[in-house]
């Protein structure tokens, strides 16, 4: 039988009221890198497509649908996926066939907790923080439960926010032994488990939200320096920069100091607003003349980017073959990553692996550049006047070898994104100095 703790009880009422709490499981892999962050909770389009990729996920999971062939194959967000792994999970903790899974009936049943706003206390029940859990299943009965996290953007580590969210669910079920965290990379279609006890999640959590609180805290520049508040006004990033500036001023322009430089302070926060408004921002113009005002400081702080970037990527170059040479540095260690093996004899591979055209295609990377340049114009022609898709003036420009290449490239674009097959890319723009 089920027993919810006292605690939990009375604080899930007050949690709906709540948005996110200061050091939210979420943020504990950041916090623990540097215990002054602060999340900005900045809207990006990548936030806005994680949001809507989890809610995908939570409908189907709620209606308990049965995904269709198709549906697996036109998956291009990879939820269909992480729904199919999550109900295979299930199935094999209850030794049942995934197919015979119903997760509406799950939910009904109380078994399976969807997007479930979930508390942690500290040992003497004070409040440490709230979170919203995306995924927790537990039969009731046995000693294990599983917990799901779908990650929509890039593998990295989640296991101080899963320990986060397990130890909420091992106060609210004190029965519940062990802890299987399920992390469903969607965009790689890979998944991670890591399993929990009690002491190891308190282990984890505890000295992360400690840290956090500390009146003595230290602000550290991290890989997670972009996600927060404080992002390019951060008094360690700052002072990173000028330790480097001082160091090799052979190499660097002459300019103000940016730990106390105010024009320096003025154009960052410019830069800032500016690339967060919308162009139809009734704060927008200001922004754009603030900007405009503070362009030759600007340039200064992207030169010594520029700069900096090429002499921190000549210490790192060093230090990696220094670590390769056996020398400890203290906080670094070499990965190993081996590139993927490309198949270059696609007929031959294709033939051995008896699999259809479809399996097969969905274990390629799929350039659509490459298909631009195989396909006739003719064909290209041809599908978009019959779907009715304007034609660029690109297609009257002749080159030697007739229409452009990027003329058909942009036309099959426009007929992939029309048709809705799905489509990942962005354009990637480099910033060149000029010479006077």
Known sequence: MQ???KFFATQTI??????????SPSSLPMLAECPCFSSSEKETDYTSEGTKRHRRLQSLLEVGVRITEEEEIDDATGVVWAYNKIKEKISQLLCTDASSTDTKQLIDEKKLFVETI????DGAYNNLNFGTCDLFFWDGKSFEAILFDLKTGQKRDATAQMANYALAWFQRFPEISVINSVILYSEFRECKIISFSKEMCENIVFPIIAAAKSQTKKKRTNQYCDWCEFGNHCQARLDAVDVVRFDRPDIFKD?????????VKRALTALDLFSL??????????????????????????HTAKSAAKYLSGIEFNAKKAIKKGITIDGFKLKNKTSPLEVTDIQS?????KLSSLDFLACCDVSVSKIAEKMSEETIYAILKEYALPISDDWIKKSGDGILKSAKQKALEKIIEFKRFGIRGENILSIVESVK
């Open 3 to 5: 027993k919810t703790s």
């Open 14 to 23: 007050i949690g709906k009221k709540m948005r996110h709490h200061e050091f």
């Open 118 to 121: 979930v508390f942690t206390h």
């Open 255 to 263: 300019g103000p100091s940016f730990r106390s430089s105010e024009i």
């Open 277 to 302: 408004l919308p162009d139809d921002d009734q704060g927008f113009a200001e922004a754009k003349k603030e900007v405009q005002e503070c362009s030759e400081a600007i340039g200064y702080l992207l």
């Open 349 to 353: 591979v294709f033939e051995l692996s």
